[in-house]
């Protein structure tokens, strides 16, 4: 079982910027998949966006252009640097990690509030 720990989440200002991290317990194989997906109160866990290796990225079309993905596995850490955030990016963002087998860990979860 992994562990996936998520900080970085807080309140900002639209237009605003935050970076998010993740750090596994241990050594993600980096042709696994992980990502971001979040919850707004009331909705649904929607993707926001995924990486294998370093640079086979994808995002979700509400967040193409603002935010971007990066994951560095010397230290088991997945970012998510979020830019130009509007209030509809309120929400609780989650982090994953696909470890094989089928098998997927999350994260507990990071607020992220977008308001003046």
């Known amino acids: 079982q992994v562990q996936l720990v998520e900080s970085g989440g807080g309140l900002v200002q639209p237009g605003g910027s935050l970076r998010l991290s993740c750090t596994a317990s241990r050594s993600i194989f980096s042709g696994n998949v992980m990502g971001w997906y979040r919850q707004a109160p009331g909705k649904e866990r929607d993707f926001v966006a995924s990486i294998v290796r370093t640079i086979y990225a994808n995002y979700a079309e509400s967040v193409k252009g603002r935010f971007t993905i990066s994951r560095d596995n010397a230290k088991n850490t997945v970012y998510l640097q979020m830019n130009s955030l509007k209030p509809e990016d309120t929400a609780v963002y989650y982090c994953?990690?696909?470890?094989?087998?089928?098998?997927?860990?999350w994260g507990q979860g990071t607020q992220v509030t977008v308001s003046s």
């Open positions: 994953y990690a696909n470890t094989g087998n089928g098998s997927r860990s």
